[in-house]
């Protein structure tokens, strides 16, 4: 049973920072990308981030770029994965609920692909 648990999201400032984790169990993990994507209130869903499983490739909207860093844990154990959202300088247009997702690949080569996904955790910025 594929399980994604997000957590780290709150309230912050402009320019402050937050760290996202996502705890990934229940699939074998190294065949699945494991990324971000978010939605806020009254828009669509945007991808964020996601990092490959077979080279830790990484993919980043351009909205986040240079902002946000996307990691995974070190570990062999292909059972239980975390994957990590560093974002720094945020902006009120990063208010959403983030959620963390996983597929074979994250990219279709035109949009991402999410076919898993958690409950999400909601990034507030604002003063």
């Known amino acids: 049973q594929v399980q994604l648990v997000e957590s780290g999201g709150g309230v912050v400032q402009p320019g402050g920072s937050l760290r996202l984790s996502c705890a990934a169990s229940?699939?074998?993990?190294?065949?699945?990308?494991i990324g971000w994507f978010r939605q806020a209130p009254g828009k669509e869903r945007e991808g964020v981030s996601c990092?490959?499983?077979?080279?830790?490739?990484?993919?980043?909207?351009?909205s986040v770029k240079g902002r946000f860093t996307i990691s995974r844990d070190s570990t062999k154990n292909t059972a239980e994965k975390t994957v990590y959202l560093q974002m720094n300088s945020l902006k009120p247009e990063d208010t959403a609920v983030y959620y963390c997702?996983?597929?074979?690949?994250?990219?279709?080569?035109?949009?991402?692909?999410?076919?898993?996904y958690g409950q999400g955790t909601q990034v507030t910025v604002s003063s």
């Open positions: 990092i490959s499983s077979s080279d830790a490739t990484t993919r980043y909207a351009d």
């Open positions: 229940g699939f074998t993990l190294n065949r699945y990308s």
């Open positions: 997702g996983a597929s074979p690949r994250c990219w279709s080569g035109s949009a991402w692909v999410f076919d898993y």
